[in-house]
C-alpha cells in the first residue's frame, strides 16, 4: 500500500481521496490480486473519465471496495439517488407506509 502514496498524492491533495484509493488497493491485496503501479495509473485515467468529481471518486471505489470488485465502474442509480422512488407523504402521525412518526 505505500508503494502507492506518491502515485496518489501526485494525483490528487484531497486527502479523503487518497484515503479511498488507499482502502481500494488495501481491498485488493486481501483478495490477492495485489494491483501494479501500471495498473493504479490506469485505474486513476479511468476515473478521471468517470467523472471529475472527487466526492464521486470516493464513492465509484467505495462501490468496487463493497463488491470485492479489481476494477472502477460507473455508479449504479441507487448510489447517486433513486429518481424513480416515490416521495414519502405524511398523514397525521403516520407516513404514507403507515408507519407511525415519533
Request: hydrophobic share 35%; no cysteine.
Amino acid at each position: 500500500n505505500a508503494d502507492f502514496i506518491s502515485l496518489f498524492s501526485s494525483y490528487t491533495t484531497n486527502e479523503n481521496l487518497i484515503e479511498a484509493l488507499s482502502a481500494f488497493v488495501e481491498m485488493r491485496i486481501l483478495i490477492k490480486k495485489k494491483p501494479t503501479e501500471r495498473a493504479m495509473k490506469m485505474i486513476l485515467n479511468k476515473l478521471d473519465k468517470l467523472t471529475h468529481s472527487d466526492e464521486e471518486k470516493i464513492l465509484i471505489l467505495e462501490q468496487s471496495i463493497l463488491k470485492n470488485w479489481t476494477d472502477v465502474y460507473e455508479l449504479k442509480n441507487q448510489q447517486r439517488g433513486n429518481m424513480n422512488a416515490k416521495p414519502i407523504t405524511t398523514n397525521g402521525n403516520y407516513d404514507s407506509s403507515g408507519l407511525e412518526l415519533l
